[in-house]
């Protein structure tokens, strides 16, 4: 499911949720920025389960003739309100992904501050602990509490393997998003599917885009060319699935909000209708 939040933060401090509203106040967060949160439940298997109107309000979109907005923040148009502490709560694992400079590093630090989850940054060696629970027979979970322990530095499939609830900051990872039924399925003690919760992050690429070159800018070039052309476009590149839905000639950010919007999220809510 798709949710997003838009220019209603100037009004309410930053992200339209209980849970949020003070913290980002005071970091003036999105106080002058479009940003969108786009929420998967359960990995899109589950969402439609429940009913729309009991967690969300819809908005109109904001612009009426779209065609250039299109171009540079194709997700602009879906606005709609983060859910409650209480839903929340529903889920161990909480990806926070989409473009770089989008706003993952602050969405996934309050989220784990306020449900008071293991925050997993993605720069940082995070200890974790294998799960205890595991879907095949064959699997014998090691009896030395020491084994049982691993460091997670900015990866990928063994979030799915951890017993801790986390919210995990990953936008190096959006490229894998349609990907993730499988992974869950090949891994023995992988985390049930319906308590994964995807947050993907969206914004005006031309900001995101502005925002991006301040970093790195000392060395000539700034992020999108010593790290987003040069390794986050590549992935899109050498994905035969997802580069039938981009145009690789746009920034990255546009390109993941594209295969995101074109490809992704249907994939993804394909195999939650099919069951599979």
Known sequence: MKRTLDQGMESRGALHSEILSDQAAKAGFGKRQKVIVLVAAGVFFYIWAFKKDEYFIQRKPLVQDSSLLDRVFPLHSLVEELPSKQYLKKFTHLIVTGPQRSGTTFVAKVLADA??????????????????????????FPRDPEHSKFQCKNCWSELFISRESIVAQRPVYSHLLHELPELLLSEACATPKEKILIIFMARNCLDV???QNKILHMDGGGWTCKFGRAVEWKNYRDSPKLEAHID?????????????????????????????
């Open 115 to 140: 449900l008071k989850y293991k925050h997993v940054d993605e720069l940082e060696n995070v200890e974790l602990h294998h799960a205890q629970t595991c879907n095949h027979s064959n699997y014998t």
């Open 248 to 276: 690789l000639r746009d920034m990255i950010c546009k390109i993941k909000q594209d295969s995101w919007k074109n490809y992704q999220y249907m994939r993804l809510k394909k195999r939650r209708d099919s069951g599979t």
């Open 209 to 211: 885009f502005r925002s």
